[in-house]
């Protein structure tokens, strides 16, 4: 069954210190994974996607198909990044786009 | 830029009601999706849409039906509104395609079944 894990409710850290929000997935073919994020009182939004292999916002993500872990990092986290952060993978071939989402994690920066 | 509407940002009905939640689209996107979010269990797919007049269950259908008679218009209906149905939902739409596609959310609409 196809499964995404976000073992962390809530991260605390401190603005400056790095960041990372974990990411696992299930799921035996070739998936396309993304990273979504919700600021508080806004629409849930795209943040990145591992096929672009981008950089947003100072956060970018890897797909470690070993692992089978797409984990989300920042190396200096700023206040402005506490938010809602969901994982979600797509199967390559499934009709319609559906995805599959992570149970989020909160990211709260601290001053 | 993509825009996603949905019809109400907040939402009080009573137990047994029958409830209408109207999403509507401006991308001519193929996709659309209805979510409900709850703290901790995350986004759980309620239906979804593929195209006019298709639509597949999702992980938590129950209680719940969609219409769609026209590309730009996803309806998800409560039959007979229950407390347990007290939650944030979540539209979305994507464009079709094999890579990549991300999916568009809207402002949400918090119902509260009393």
Known sequence: AQRVTQPEKLLSVFKGAPVELKCNYSYSGSPELFWYVQYSRQRLQLLLRHISRESIKGFTADLNKGETSFHLKKPFAQEEDSAMYYCALKNFYNQGGKLIFGQGTELSVKP | ?114
């Open chain 2, 1 to 114: 830029d993509v825009k996603v509407t949905q019809s109400s940002r907040y939402l009080v009905k009573r137990t047994g009601e029958k409830v209408f939640l109207e999403c509507v689209q401006d991308m001519d996107h193929e996709n659309m999706f209805w979510y409900r979010q709850d703290p901790g269990l995350g986004l759980r797919l309620i239906y979804f849409s593929y195209d006019v007049k298709m639509k597949e269950k999702g992980d938590i259908p129950e209680g719940y039906s969609v219409s769609r008679e026209k590309k730009e218009r996803f309806s998800l209906i409560l039959e007979s509104a229950s407390t347990n149905q007290t939650s944030m939902y979540l539209c979305a739409s994507s464009l079709e395609g094999r890579i990549n596609q991300p999916q568009h959310f809207g402002d949400g609409t918090r119902l509260s079944i009393l």
